[in-house]
């Protein structure tokens, strides 16, 4: 009876045993993809475009928080927060500042009753402060949901990854190096959740950071700003200058 019993021990011993090792295992595999050594090795080499970057000094990012906000211990809080498209591709906008709209041109086919291309693989994510914003948008390469997915991860986390950041972001010159550090985030997130990295979807991503200059003493007095932005793919940012159109 005893040789019984210590034979069912020790076989339970074993499969427990077998059953921790699977899981430290499961465990190491998904700190390898949350420290995916290739995305900090692919920002390095374009850390040297930070060091054209001005350190010029910004004014931190402020919010004065209503009251309801600071009772609830939420003293950093934001003006507005933006992201999308909804399953319905409405409008999204504050006040008359902001305005985002994601659509597709692709065309209705009538025998399946659907839209090429859905859904829609384009996502957007914003913050907005008294002073400043941090935005982001990201194109899903080819269809799919998983290109749905990447784009709607890598917007969220760089959006977030920034605001977490924000106490960081003095200077233009070190502004430049959170948002390399932000693509990194985002790149980590997208394949996070899969065994394999190269399972995952992918996509473009722009991401930037607008902030208020500190004026200069020599200066005209003029309130100045600064957009500084990173973007991997296509996506590109465009210069507009309201002096010559």
Known sequence: MNRELDRRIALERRRLMDIFKR????????????????AAMDVKPFKRLCMAIPVTPI????????????????????????????????????????????????????????RLGD???????????????????????????????????????????LDLCRKELTTLHVASFRILDAIAEAHNTII???????????CTLLGGFLAQIVKSKNG???????????????CKGFLYRHRTG
């Open 23 to 38: 899981m430290k295992e499961k465990e190491s595999r998904k700190r390898n993809k949350t420290e995916h050594e290739a």
């Open 59 to 114: 004014i931190p990012i402020c919010y004065t928080p209503t009251p309801e906000e600071v009772l609830d211990g939420n003293s950093e809080a934001m003006v507005a927060h933006l992201h999308g498209p909804d399953e319905y591709e409405n409008p999204v906008f504050y006040s008359s500042h902001v305005y985002c709209r994601v659509l597709s041109t692709y065309p209705w086919e009538k025998s399946k009753n659907v």
């Open 119 to 161: 859904p829609i693989c384009d996502y957007f994510a914003m913050k907005l402060f008294e002073n400043s914003m941090i935005i982001a948008c990201a194109d899903g390469c080819s269809w799919g949901p998983k290109s749905r997915k990447a784009a709607e991860a890598a917007s969220k986390t760089f959006v977030n990854y």
């Open 192 to 202: 996070n959740e899969y065994e394999e990295p190269s399972d995952a979807g992918q």
């Open 220 to 234: 005209d007095g003029r309130e100045r700003w600064a957009f500084v932005f990173g973007s991997v793919g296509d």
